[in-house]
């Protein structure tokens, strides 16, 4: 039986999914494919290569996109992710999605073509990067000649790789919607904005999945502070362990 295993996005909350999957893998759960979108795809790219739960999360807690965030001239966007790409080349051997240890893909938007591509093969640090890059927040990425930005904007949830490939589909959201009372700045509102937009995209997707897991609490952590990556990480880890999970009737 083949289990696939989508992370959406969700900016630091994507920590959650770390817990996650470190509690699926204590109940014999243990992805053959996992399909990954911005935060998502960080975490896959990490997991795919061969890294634990807890070591991917020593790796990367206390930084959040805005830390990887250079603010430059906006053309295109208002700040730069470019030493994200450094800090996986640094520490993922392996530079191509098709030579990583699990398969691996990563959902990125096609702003040329308006349209969602699942990478299988390719360059891991720049296709993570434009996976990654919230349209105005953060500048898209040029591939091959077209911009590439966050396939969050299409496919927030990205199943749609697996449905031919696997006999059990787990989706994991990190991007619940809650109320906010008040914007402090202009980079709160770009990604609130963001965020209300690909809500309808996760739930379409969810009556396809053999398991929908949304950690609950989710909503207390702001997708552009990593200062918690810890609670984030706990707050997915105890959510996941405490549901009573039968995938092999």
Do not use: W
């Not at 959650?16 to 509690?23: I, Q, Y």
């Amino acid at each position: 039986m083949k289990i696939g295993i989508a992370l959406g996005g969700g900016g630091a909350r994507g920590f959650a999914h770390l817990g996650v999957l470190k509690a699926l893998e204590e109940k014999g759960i243990r992805p053959d494919i996992i399909s990954g979108v911005s935060a998502g795809a960080v975490i896959g790219a990490f997991i795919a290569s061969g890294y634990t739960s807890e070591k991917t999360l020593k790796i990367l807690k206390n930084k959040s996109l805005m830390a990887y965030s250079k603010l430059h001239y906006p053309k295109y966007g208002l700040f730069s992710l470019d030493s994200l790409k450094g800090d996986i080349q640094k520490h993922i051997k392996t530079n191509r999605i098709e030579n990583l240890q699990i398969p691996l893909f990563i959902a990125v938007s096609n702003l040329n073509d308006g349209r969602v591509e699942y990478i299988k093969e390719g360059d891991l640090s720049t296709y993570i990067l434009a996976s990654a890059s919230i349209p105005v927040l953060f500048a898209p990425v040029m591939i091959d000649g077209k911009m590439y930005s966050d396939g969050g904007l299409f496919d927030n949830l990205p199943i749609s790789p697996l449905l031919q490939k696997c006999d059990v589909i787990i989706a994991v959201n990190v991007s619940p919607v809650q109320k906010i009372e008040k914007f402090d700045n202009l980079v709160q509102v770009a990604s609130r904005t963001f965020q209300l937009g690909v809500h309808s995209n996760i739930i379409r997707h969810k009556e396809k999945c053999s398991l929908f897991i949304e950690p609950t609490g989710l909503r207390e952590f702001e997708i552009l502070n990593g200062n918690h990556a810890e609670d984030i990480f706990e707050l997915g880890y105890n959510y996941t362990k405490n549901l009573e999970i039968n995938l092999f009737d």
